[in-house]
């Protein structure tokens, strides 16, 4: 039926495509919080149909896509993936970062002039305000004189709000505590009826108090709430893939309600599943849980793609997967093969460099405020205190890093002036800069330390933290398997491209030009379908001639 379907609407929607004319009707951008780019090849054998097969076998999936920046954070991906920029484009360098002005800690997507809906209490609420870059959702709304719509969905603010942009019609994440989904007076004042609806109807309960079993039966977690604490939704449910499924059925509803797809103009929904991330920090990479985690999503994705069908029609949607970063391998599961693999304690850390500072300037003060492994942010009053000034400051916070076992460390004030070495190493650095922040040093950690003594994390410059999926589906992608240079910043650009539109104001992507469909085979099949509209299965492997094509190098600093 989905197959009839299929071919009706390729049949209708063949011809010139744009976001003006709503060609294609809606674009889903899903951004799997901590899915590492080996997990699709990994796992390739075991992926059952029409889940992330109908990307790979069906799609252009890009198999060596990596961040060129250091700082593999959940917000700085996020921002990365939309604006088609890193960080020295768009600011959002960290999580959270120490504010010398406010004199606290703030997170990415804070913004206090605005407040939470959804929930009581009046909290400060989120905006993309930090932003320094417009995204391709904010282009898609420039564009169509606001005629497309853009949502973002996710657990964490900071992966709706900072992806979907400064035009967003709205961003949903969800409290933690209890799963009710939020949102912000940024975009509106009250949730809207069908949200609402969903909140009262208390399907968080249906989630708690579930076993998550294997295939084999065996019980993986349970999301019994801890005794005495009420809610912790996040936590308990999160990291299952009950969590996916909740945010999956929030995600049908706004497409639902919400008529995605059904405008004058192109739509655009970004999805990021946070449930990955929340277990995979607690088990690492390699852990039964993790690889029992990919194959429940690839079951809910497949779940998801088959209600696009029918919603709106697989050839009216465009699909583009990828991640925010990857993941370090468990320290103890790397030390097991003899790799150089250690968790080591990041806030003991810090203690000792303000010990040694207070010793050295002969005045005892918080100089680091906070350490978040590989990354020192600095107080800027306390140096003041001790006449020292942000160069030397940060150079002595760097240095008290490289005594404490890390290998080298890059300050605000030098990438600030772009100085850095004319290596790969140097250029990741630059693109990691940020004029938000305050003062800050970042280190540049021996690979597989991991800067907590539990558990595994990311935040480095190397393949397990920059490796992550790049895959399109939809009517102008060639199928196959691509191992040219691809990047994230790459996804924003190639799809403002093919709809015709501006790529986001500090865009440095690549069009993929080698996975684009030839222009007569976009008028006449779509991929899944050969020309009767029977189903064809086209992996070939798409090898260039020659030297590799967009080497970084080659293309000079970005
Ligand atoms: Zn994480």
């Given at each position: 039926?989905?197959l ?7 049949l ?39 889940g992330?097969?109908?990307l ?23 921002a ?18 120490w504010?010398?002005q ?5 997170a ?9 809906v ?11 305000h ?24 996710a ?10 942009g ?22 509106r ?24 079993k294997?295939?084999q ?10 005794e005495?604490?009420t809610?912790?939704f ?11 499924d909740y ?87 790397a ?61 002595d ?51 597989f ?78 991929h ?31």
């Open positions: 039926m989905i009839g379907l299929l071919l009706c609407l390729a209708t929607g063949a011809g010139f495509s744009s976001a003006y004319n709503a060609r294609p009707r809606l674009v889903v951008v899903i951004v799997i919080d901590q899915f590492r780019g080996d997990y699709l090849e990994r796992y390739r054998d075991q992926w059952g149909e029409g992330f097969r109908l790979l076998d069906h799609g252009a999936d890009f198999t060596d896509c990596n961040y060129d920046y250091a700082n593999t954070r959940t917000a700085p991906g996020h990365t993936l939309l604006t088609g920029a890193y960080t020295n484009g768009h600011g959002i360098i960290a999580n959270e970062w504010d010398p406010k004199k606290a800690t703030v990415a997507a804070d913004d206090d002039q605005t407040k939470l959804g929930v009581p209490g009046g909290a400060p609420g989120a905006s993309p930090n932003l320094l870059a417009d995204t391709l959702g904010d282009e898609l709304k420039l564009a169509t004189q606001g005629k497309s719509r853009v949502f973002g969905i657990l964490k603010d900071r992966a709706s709000v900072l992806p979907a400064f035009a967003a019609d709205g961003a949903y994440w969800i409290d933690r505590a209890t799963g009710a989904w939020i949102t912000s007076t940024y975009y004042n009250q949730l809207p009826k069908w949200a609402q609806d969903f909140n009262d109807s208390k399907r968080t309960e249906k989630y708690l108090n579930q076993d998550w294997d295939s039966g065996n019980v993986l977690r349970s999301t019994k709430p801890v005495g604490k809610g912790n996040y936590d308990v449910v999160g990291s299952t893939p009950l969590a996916n945010e999956l059925e929030f995600a049908r509803e706004l497409i639902t309600y919400e008529k995605l797809g059904n405008g004058p103009a192109t739509d655009l929904l970004i999805l990021s599943l946070s449930a990955n991330d929340i277990l995979g920090h607690k088990v690492g990479p390699d852990s039964p849980e993790m690889q029992a985690m990919a194959m429940a999503m690839d079951r809910q994705l497949a779940g998801f793609f088959e209600f696009l069908g029918h919603q709106i029609g697989l050839a009216n949607v465009w699909i583009a997967l990828s991640a925010d970063h990857g993941v370090a391998p468990l320290p103890k599961a030390a097991a093969l003899h790799l150089p693999a250690a968790n080591v304690p990041g806030d003991k850390m810090r203690a000792q460099i303000n010990s040694r500072l207070s010793a050295r300037f002969s005045h005892a003060a918080e100089y680091v405020k906070a350490l978040d492994y590989p990354v020192a942010w600095l107080n800027p009053d306390a140096f003041a205190a001790a006449r020292v000034n942000e160069p030397d400051a940060e150079r916070v760097g240095e008290a890093l490289q005594q404490a076992g890390l290998r080298a460390y890059y300050t605000r004030s030098q990438l600030e002036r772009g100085d850095a070495p004319n290596t790969e190493l140097g250029l990741k650095y630059l693109h990691s800069y940020s004029p938000l922040g305050g003062w800050y040093v970042l280190g540049v950690p021996p690979p330390i991991v800067g907590f003594m539990g558990g595994t994390d990311h935040a480095t410059p190397y393949t397990y933290d920059t490796h992550v999926p790049l895959a399109f589906y939809g009517f102008p992608f060639q199928a196959g398997t691509y191992r040219t240079h691809a990047e994230p910043v790459d996804l924003a650009a190639t799809l403002a491209s093919l709809l015709g539109i501006n790529a986001p104001t500090h865009s440095i992507g690549r069009v993929l030009t080698e996975a684009l469909a030839p222009p007569h085979r976009a008028l006449n099949s779509i899944g379908l050969d020309d009767r509209g029977m189903p064809t299965v086209d992996g070939r492997d798409f090898r260039p001639e020659g030297p590799r094509a967009g080497s970084t190098m080659a293309r000079g600093p970005r």
